[in-house]
């Protein structure tokens, strides 16, 4: 895949393809610039004949009795390249300069009433018939003088065909210098704007793909307020966080690794501890005999954990094994396995209902509490309190655990369910991600409700029935 995006922006570049367009649309500016002005050309052209037969014709104003020598008529006719002259004076009386030789006109215009659109066609049309011999043509204007109507002229139309074409080849030589220099200065500009941002993102990309932990490739946004700017930064932003997901999951795979190293030999070890259990669930002494069911459950919860933990990094989920317990004697029980049960300086303070009932899975719902409750005890050091205690609302169970510690710091708030991120005094930060997906696992959400200097309190809400 690699390999053919590399193809296609070498075959189809967008710096190619942005240079095409550019001289194109330039192009394309020019064409719609040249058809009004040709058309313009032509009109131009025609009255400029006019205005020299209008002048032209004045000799005849001159002379006596309004008439002119045969060569003198024909030196005005080849001056200004007229077959004839006439200006008209009213419907009877007219001035005319004409060849000796007979000729046809193929062709009339009025120039005093004619359209942009005539004017295009008809230019086009002379453009057409460039190479057309003895087409003469009649164009009628106004004459100069109140007392004069009209006047016309008779002129080949070759004469306004070449000029026509002198015009447009200038058009065109002019039109591509201007649209290579416009196209190469927007190309120029838009290489730098959009083109090599865009290159630079592209082979970044690519690079980052082919090996996302590497940071060499890391992207190092342009310092740009614009839509690239923030496409750049974003980008780089998001590479960071794809590398930081990928460590975390690639320390997920070392813990689990190093997890099913020792699993054998801590089952091993905690199976002997169950032997011994099970020979002190024999003794028939009352405070062994309380002791011992704790003692069996406890070493059950350190199998099952570790396996738990190991499963993490894992991508299968756990199932649940609900059933309904008491959940004041599972608060008891983590009391009694962090040691608070007979300490007096960190106390533990159980005010669930008595008899208040639960349903869902005994040993994560325990690993949840078990996790909250060590984060308070160490959060509290020498002395403190820790409060658990529980209220029921529309078969939505609360839970809440607080702690009368300094509170947790602001850098740790932002991560704090995030693991190998929050984890202090060694720890690894995976307990309160872990409680969360368990909490989530069972339908319900596990968040900060609040921590200040006074203490912090986590909120378990759940469903009473699952």
Same mark, same amino acid.
């Given at each position: 895949m690699i390999g053919k995006i590399n193809k296609i922006s070498v075959k189809e570049s967008l710096s190619a393809r942005l240079l095409l367009f550019t001289i194109f649309f330039v192009l394309l500016a020019e064409i719609?610039?040249?058809?009004?002005?040709?058309?313009?050309?032509? @009109?131009? =052209?025609? !009255?400029?004949?006019?205005?020299e037969a209008n002048i032209a014709i004045l000799v005849i104003e001159a002379a006596p009795d309004y008439m002119v020598s045969r060569m003198l008529a024909d030196e005005l006719l080849n001056s200004t390249k007229n077959y004839s002259i006439i200006r008209k004076i009213d419907n009877e009386n007219q001035q005319a300069l004409m060849i000796i030789e007979p000729f046809e006109i &193929?062709?009339?215009?009025?120039?005093?009433?004619?359209? =942009?659109? %005539? &004017?295009?066609?008809?230019?086009? @049309?002379?453009?057409?018939?460039?190479?057309?011999?003895?087409?003469?043509?009649?164009?009628?204007?106004a004459a100069n003088g109140d007392e004069y109507q009209e006047i016309s002229i008779t002129f080949d139309e070759r004469l306004l065909s070449q000029d026509m074409y002198d015009y447009s080849m200038n058009i065109v030589f002019l039109t591509i210098i201007i649209s290579l220099l416009v196209a190469m200065l927007l190309y120029y500009n838009l290489l730098n704007l959009l083109v090599r941002p865009i290159k630079k993102i592209t082979e970044n990309m690519i690079s980052f793909r082919r090996s996302p932990e590497d940071l060499?490739?890391?992207? !190092?946004?342009?310092?740009?307020?614009? !839509?690239? /700017?923030?496409?750049?930064?974003?980008?780089?932003?998001?590479?960071?966080?794809?590398?930081?997901?990928?460590?975390?999951?690639?320390?997920?795979?070392?813990? /689990?690794?190093?997890?099913?190293? #020792?699993?054998?030999?801590?089952?091993?070890?905690? *199976? &002997?501890?169950?032997?011994?259990?099970?020979?002190?669930?024999?003794?028939?002494?009352?405070v062994v005999q309380q002791l011992a069911p704790r003692f069996v459950k406890a070493i059950d919860r350190a199998i099952r954990l570790c396996e738990n933990t190991l499963q993490y990094g894992g991508s299968e989920v756990e199932d649940l094994n609900v059933?309904?317990?008491?959940l004041r004697n599972l608060v008891d029980d983590v009391s009694m396995s962090l040691g608070l049960l007979d300490n007096t300086r960190i106390e533990l303070h159980n005010k669930v209902e008595m008899g208040q009932k639960i349903k869902a899975d005994n040993d994560q719902i325990f690993r949840v509490l078990m996790n909250i409750s060590r984060n308070a005890v160490q959060a509290i050091g020498e002395s403190g309190n820790i409060t658990i205690k529980s209220s029921i609302k529309d078969s939505i169970i609360t839970i809440d655990i607080a702690d009368d510690a300094? /509170?947790?710091? !602001?850098?740790?708030?932002?991560?704090?369910? %995030?693991?190998?991120?929050?984890g202090s005094r060694g720890g690894t930060g995976l307990g309160l991600a872990i409680s969360r997906e368990i909490i989530t696992a069972h339908?319900?959400?596990?968040?900060?409700?609040? &921590?200040?200097?006074? /203490? *912090?309190?986590?909120?378990? #809400?759940?469903?009473?029935?699952?």
């Open positions: 719609i610039i040249y058809v009004p002005s040709v058309a313009n050309f032509r @009109v131009n =052209w025609i !009255e400029q004949k006019l205005a &193929s062709e009339r215009f009025d120039m005093r009433d004619l359209s =942009w659109l %005539q &004017s295009v066609k008809d230019a086009f @049309v002379a453009l057409l018939h460039l190479n057309r011999t003895g087409y003469l043509i009649e164009a009628t204007g060499t490739t890391r992207f !190092e946004p342009e310092d740009r307020v614009d !839509e690239i /700017g923030v496409v750049m930064r974003e980008l780089s932003e998001m590479q960071d966080e794809i590398r930081k997901a990928l460590n975390q999951k690639n320390h997920l795979a070392k813990l /689990g690794s190093a997890i099913s190293n #020792i699993n054998h030999d801590l089952r091993n070890m905690l *199976s &002997s501890a169950q032997l011994v259990s099970d020979h002190l669930s024999t003794i028939d002494n009352p059933s309904t317990f008491n300094l /509170g947790i710091p !602001e850098k740790i708030k932002e991560n704090l369910f %995030q693991p190998f991120k929050t339908g319900g959400t596990l968040n900060l409700l609040k &921590s200040d200097p006074e /203490g *912090s309190t986590f909120r378990i #809400i759940l469903p009473l029935h699952i």
